[in-house]
């Protein structure tokens, strides 16, 4: 099946830095999803994005799909950015369901 | 729109003691997923249902495990005997088209602890 990783598996920011998380994968995808799962254990949908660029405040995602990775971009850090991100493909072609990366843990110290 | 309800948020149950957890997809989403959570092994899906049809189940650990989706409104995932090993945070999410599109939604998760 087809594997994914996330890069780095933690960071450690001061709040206002900005950060860049990876995700590679290594077969062709037809969507890709980033989630963070806050402290307290829920899941949030921030992007849907299986090529080109999208924006949501101070979040933004580009997924090169051809060179098989995905970025997520983090700017002004703040506390509440505090959690894990996960990057999620199907595990196949025809797939309707997601396969997780391990995550990259965002610690924002004040 | 409340988003993906489960229920219960906790559960504290003794080993071989049956435990039952529910979902309620948002409205109008087709697809509905079950996902296990734990240290080791991070998201795990257990299984995939389409328009209430179950489509993939590879996932399901064992014959102790079973899901079930009556109608478009609601699913069960079942542990029938639980064991220690089954304590874990146990997600329902659903989708608005099944085929690699649209994204998904996470309800809140079951904590599950098997004692």
């Known amino acids: 099946g087809i594997q994914v990783e996330q890069s780095p598996p933690d960071l450690i920011l001061q709040e206002g830095a900005n950060s860049t998380l990876r995700c590679n994968f290594s077969d062709s995808v037809n969507n890709l999803q980033w989630f963070h799962q806050n402290p307290w254990g829920q899941l949030i949908n921030l992007f849907y994005i299986p090529s080109g660029t999208k924006q949501n405040g101070r979040l933004s995602a580009t997924t090169v799909a051809t060179e098989r990775y995905s970025l997520l971009y983090i700017s002004s850090s703040q506390t509440t950015d505090s959690g894990v991100y996960f990057c999620?493909?199907?595990?196949?072609?025809?797939?309707?369901?997601?396969?997780f990366g391990k995550g990259t843990k965002l610690s924002v110290i004040p | 729109d409340a988003g993906v309800i489960q229920s219960p948020r906790h559960e504290v149950t003794e080993m071989g003691q049956e435990v039952t957890l529910r979902c309620k997809p948002i409205?109008?989403?087709?697809?509905l997923f079950w996902y296990r959570q734990t240290m080791m092994r991070g998201l795990e899906l257990l299984i995939y249902?389409?328009?209430?049809?179950?489509?993939?189940d590879s996932g399901m650990p064992e014959d102790r495990f079973s899901a079930k989706m009556p109608n478009a409104s609601f699913s069960t995932l079942k542990i029938q005997p639980s064991e220690p090993r089954d304590s874990a945070v146990y997600f329902c999410a659903s989708s608005p088209r099944g085929f690699g599109t649209g994204g998904y939604t996470f309800g809140s998760g079951t904590r599950l602890t098997v004692v």
């Open positions: 999620a493909v199907p595990p196949g072609a025809g797939s309707y369901q997601l396969t």
């Open positions: 409205s109008g989403h087709n697809s």
């Open positions: 249902f389409n328009n209430n049809v179950p489509i993939d």
